[in-house]
């Protein structure tokens, strides 16, 4: 048994593998404005926000745009990555990700999401995860991005847990930082190289011992 009452799930690159997708859509829109942008440079959007997303790309290129057309640019982006997703299934849940969902029901843990993203109920519900949320919380919920732990004290306070009982997982920098501001244990999803700071690290989720926390 873990000490544990509650467990907080990032959702892309934790649950599900969606970086791809976000690449392709971002891609698309810096083709059309001349800008160079690689996988590698894909990496530094990760757990990001869409408005710092967009920021760090134009940061690319060298050109300003005004508000009106970075606005344009997010929804433009934003269209192209809801075709991806809704093409989405249950084959694109990550490995380990519903033998944990379901273990951690079996303890009687609550179970929270703690996304940036504002497609995090569409993902859910395409890869039929969401039953297994107590609360769900999104970029649709929080206005403050990761690192500040917003969305982690909001899901904790959700599900009614306090932050130093609430396990998080996490395969953003950012998102590592914003669990361990608030005393909650930050399981890092990745390489020790992306990740330094995590409690704990795991490759995926398969790797997770709950009696081991
Ligand atoms: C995070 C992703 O989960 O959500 C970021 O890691 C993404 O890459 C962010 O920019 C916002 O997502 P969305 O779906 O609201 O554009
Ligand atoms: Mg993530």
């Known amino acids: 048994m873990t000490e544990y009452l509650g467990a907080i799930f990032d959702l892309d690159g934790v649950l599900v593998d969606t970086a791809k997708y976000h690449y392709l859509a971002w891609k698309q829109l810096a083709d059309q404005l001349n800008i160079s942008f690689s996988e590698e440079d894909n990496e530094r959007l990760k757990g990001v926000s869409r408005v710092k997303s967009l920021e760090i790309l134009l940061s690319l290129g060298e050109k300003d745009y005004t508000e009106n057309e970075r606005k344009q640019f997010m929804e433009q982006k934003n269209e192209v990555y809801v075709r991806y997703i809704s093409q989405m299934d249950e084959t694109e849940i990550l490995p380990g990700v519903v033998e944990l969902l379901k273990q951690l029901k079996r303890q009687n843990i609550k179970i929270a999401l703690g996304s940036a993203s504002k497609n995090a109920g569409l993902i859910l519900k395409n890869t039929k995860l969401q039953n297994y949320f107590d609360a769900i919380v999104d970029g649709n919920d929080v206005s403050k991005a990761k690192p500040n732990p917003e969305v982690f004290l909001l899901g904790a306070n ?7 009982k609430c ?27 992306n990740l330094p700071n995590a409690d704990i690290l795991v490759n995926n989720l398969e790797e997770i011992k709950l009696s081991k926390l």
């Open 167 to 193: 396990m998080v997982f996490e395969d953003a920098k950012a998102g590592i930082e914003a669990a361990k501001q608030v005393g909650m244990l930050a399981i890092g999803v990745g390489t020790i190289k």
């Open 158 to 164: 959700r599900i009614g847990i306090p932050a130093n």
